[in-house]
């Protein structure tokens, strides 16, 4: 079935308001009835329709898939959130979501920042989990400003993580509702989805229901990306307290690499990533060590002092201290694909995982 097709089917899903958590947070969700629960948490500036593709692909006769907007994304009613619990608390709204759908325990599939909502599960709910399935999942040690399989912060205010990472012009054009590719190519949402993100594998015109994902971000005070400090560490600019970018920063995820591994449960973890990811790597380009080497930040004080964050080391070194632990997991990389496999080739990812999930009943 071609890739529009796909979005097309999205007329079949009930879309459905849920009020979860203490906060009685509205989230909007996708869903397709079934037996065996599946919930999917989404990445940043996207959404969970962006798991219609894949999702199309279970036996609604044998799964239950439940695919929630987070806080701050889509369409789920937006409370502002400290970036200091901010990945906690999207974890917490999703057991509670799973409490209001009577579910006691689901396999969860996760990718990219929801990857590192996926190990705040495995750290605080793990008997909520019968499986994770990791999808190039966001390091347990943040998104930025680290070094080392052990995550080792550069600096000591975490310099070069958290929302002063975000381009402004970019998070201008999102304001402005620009949907268009017109010049400068960098800064337009479209180009960088299609070209960044997908790798030129889908076209997107500007009515592209992905693009949604995007133009749904919440950009208020407390929303993406969040406020920004200064710092005399290079680049220049430290996590402030706020926003989404901010949460994912090392400085407000410290500790979540020892949770995890004292986590109550030995939740099985399928680790699935793309061979041609350039958004969650060992080099990763959005990494501002990358970019700096690259001419592209100035004053880059090379990478004897600030090197590229080893995002999949550190992940790697993390499930293998859990797999020492009677925690078992297996990786799987899929030549030809990169960031979003479950969008590149639904079909290939939910052999993967039907495969996976298949091998863990026996």
């Known amino acids: 079935m071609a890739l529009p097709v796909f979005f097309d089917t999205l007329k079949n899903f009930l879309m459905l308001t849920r009020f979860s958590g203490p906060h009685h947070l509205r989230t909007n969700t996708t869903e397709a009835a079934g037996k065996t629960p599946l919930l999917f948490v989404h990445g940043n500036t996207s959404t969970g329709a962006w ?40 974890a917490q709204d999703l057991a509670d979501l799973l409490d209001r759908l009577g579910i006691a325990r689901a396999h969860v599939v996760a990718s990219s920042l929801g990857g590192i909502v996926g190990w705040q599960l495995l750290a605080a709910h793990s008997d909520r989990l019968l499986s994770l399935v990791q999808i ?62 997908l790798r030129n594998r889908m076209e997107l015109d500007e009515a592209h229901p992905l693009l949604d994902g995007m133009f749904s971000l919440r950009l208020e005070d407390g929303g993406f990306p969040g406020d920004v400090l200064p710092s005399p560490n ?76 080893p995002m999949l080391l550190q992940t790697r070194a993390l499930l293998d201290a859990r797999a020492a632990n009677g925690a078992p997991y297996r990786e799987s990389v899929l030549a030809g694909l990169g960031h979003c496999p ?5 079909q290939r990812v939910h052999a993967e995982i039907s495969g996976w999930l298949a091998d863990f009943r026996a």
């Open 51 to 90: 798991w219609a593709p894949l999702m199309q692909c279970f036996d609604p006769q044998r799964y239950f898939c439940v695919a929630p907007d987070l806080n701050g994304f889509g369409q789920t009613k937006f409370r502002p959130f400290g970036a200091r619990t901010g990945v906690r608390d999207w």
């Open 136 to 197: 190039a999942p966001g390091s347990p040690y943040g998104f930025g400003g680290t070094q080392g399989a052990a995550g080792t912060p550069n600096f000591p205010d975490f310099a070069g993580s958290g929302a002063g990472m975000s381009n402004p012009a970019l998070i201008a054009r999102i304001r402005a509702g620009d949907r268009s590719k017109q010049p400068p190519v960098v800064t337009s949402p479209a180009w960088v989805l299609q070209n960044y993100v």
């Open 234 to 309: 290079w680049p220049g600019y430290a996590p402030g307290e706020r926003g989404i970018v901010n949460s994912i920063s090392p400085k407000h995820l410290r500790g979540l690499a020892e949770a995890v591994l004292q986590a109550r449960e030995p939740v099985p973890l399928l680790w699935l990533r793309g061979a041609e990811d350039a958004i969650v790597s060992d080099r990763s380009g959005s990494d501002p060590a990358v970019l700096g080497a690259l001419g592209l930040i100035p004053g880059f004080p090379g990478e004897a002092d600030v090197p590229p964050q």
């Open 342 to 346: 479950y969008l590149e080739e639904p």
